[in-house]
């Protein structure tokens, strides 16, 4: 685990995590990337959720799960309500979806596993041209506060890149 992260998890957030997974794994299984992302409010309650949709050739770069989920969310709920979430992710948000979560005005983001872990995974592949950009150097640049909460577990977040990324 990586010595910057912050592990105050409970046992919502794991249950949560482990849900994104699944959700990681249904992006896959449709022919997409294997990400997916969700949002719960302060009760647990899920107010958005998705995978990914940035695969090519018919997908849009710009269509990452974290920011489909929280373009859900920002529908739904107000900002108010919104710092009160928790966005839960496969994998660290990337340099854009960390901006969106910041300007959708999301409190918390719990991960799975880093970015460098799935730079590991997934190498030079054209698909997937990772930054090397944490997402707390991204928050740390804004005015508010974002929490977050990983990476958690990644060996589980791992299984369902195997083979992907070949």
């Known amino acids: ?52 949709n940035s695969m090519p050739p018919l997908g ?9 989920a929280a373009a859900q969310a920002a529908k739904a709920l107000s900002p108010e ?20 979560i910041y300007w959708c005005n999301i409190g918390r983001v719990v991960y799975a596993m880093s970015e460098r872990r799935l730079l590991e995974i997934t190498g030079a592949h054209p698909e997937n041209p990772t930054f090397s950009l944490p997402c707390r150097e991204v928050f740390a640049r804004g005015q508010r506060k974002v929490s977050v909460v990983g990476p958690l577990i990644e060996d589980e977040a791992a299984v369902v890149h195997e083979g992907f990324w070949t």
């Not at 794991?14 to 992302?37: T, Y």
């Not at 979430?85 to 979806?97: H, I, Q």
């Open 1 to 52: 685990m990586n010595e910057n992260a912050n592990t105050d998890a409970n046992e919502r957030d794991m249950a949560l995590l482990r849900e994104v997974i699944a959700l990681s794994e249904k992006s896959r299984r449709d022919g997409r990337h294997p990400f997916a992302a969700l949002i719960a409010d302060e009760h647990g309650r899920i107010v958005g959720q998705a995978g990914n």
């Open 60 to 68: 849009d770069p710009t269509q990452h799960a974290e920011l489909r």
């Open 81 to 100: 309500q919104l710092l009160k979430c928790t966005l839960y992710t496969n994998a660290e948000p990337c340099c854009m979806c960390s901006g969106a």
